[in-house]
């Protein structure tokens, strides 16, 4: 099993900061990662997939980087709707969730 | 609009079965690859189940492998998963995701979910 591993586990920003969360992977995944933001009593959605297409959904402040095992999120300028819990996904095997990044205030 | 509706989800004691559903809508039901995709109190996503569109494709995860079956009636839009031998660490929401159409496999809309407690 791929195992994915997220870091920070939380990061605290102030809105209009960017915002940098990691993802790496045990082993090579290439570009086969997503990112996911789950928001309170609301169901996941997806932000980023093949590591660097952003979803229709979601503005250019988000963009997504890496191949291989390591990945980025950055979100170039937090805006209060952003803050949530962000997952990476890796497809490449299976399917396997990194255990989240909480973007707060 | 897309919509994934699960249901069937409740309180069960140990070793009981249960069966979800998830209704879909607002899309092409039977060309779309689907998942279950579960979320312990505390915890974070877990993937647990895939079928092909056609339905002859499923993959499980080792948690699940063995008690859960999953399906679908794509004349119902509808999506199922048979749960038995039910475990206290069975307890989590659970939903259904829709896979991209085509050479990406991430899931592109999730449903609400629905809730199983597995307790005595």
């Known amino acids: 099993e791929i195992v994915m591993t997220q870091s920070p586990a939380t990061l605290s920003v102030s809105p209009g900061e960017r915002a940098t969360l990691s993802c790496r992977a045990s082993?090579?995944?290439?570009?086969?990662l997503a990112w996911y933001q789950r928001k309170p009593g609301q169901p996941p959605r997806l932000v980023i997939y093949?590591?660097?297409t952003r979803a229709t959904d979601f503005p250019a402040r988000f963009s997504g980087s890496g191949s291989g095992t390591e990945f980025t999120l950055t979100i170039s300028s937090l805006q209060s709707e952003d803050f949530a819990i962000y997952y990476c996904?890796?497809?490449?095997?299976?399917?396997?969730f990194g255990q989240g990044t909480k973007v707060d205030i | 609009e897309v919509q994934l509706v699960e249901s069937g989800g409740g309180l069960i004691q140990p070793g009981g079965s249960l069966r979800l559903s998830c209704t879909a809508s607002?899309?092409?039901?039977?060309?779309?690859?689907m998942h279950w995709v579960r979320q312990a109190p505390g915890k974070g996503l877990e993937w647990i189940s895939y079928?092909?569109?056609?339905?002859?494709?499923?993959y499980y995860a080792n948690s699940v492998k063995g008690r859960f079956t999953i399906s679908r009636d794509s004349a119902k839009n509808a999506l199922y998963l048979e749960m038995n031998s039910l475990r206290d660490e069975d307890t989590a929401v659970y939903h259904c995701?829709?896979?991209?159409?085509?050479?990406?496999?991430?899931?592109?809309?999730w449903g609400q979910g629905t809730l199983v407690s597995v307790s005595s």
């Open positions: 995701a829709r896979q991209i159409y085509g050479s990406s496999s991430a899931f592109d809309f």
């Open positions: 607002g899309f092409t039901f039977s060309v779309y690859s």
């Open positions: 079928i092909s569109s056609d339905s002859s494709t499923t």
């Open positions: 082993q090579s995944i290439s570009n086969n």
């Open positions: 093949g590591a660097s």
């Open positions: 996904q890796q497809y490449q095997n299976r399917w396997t």
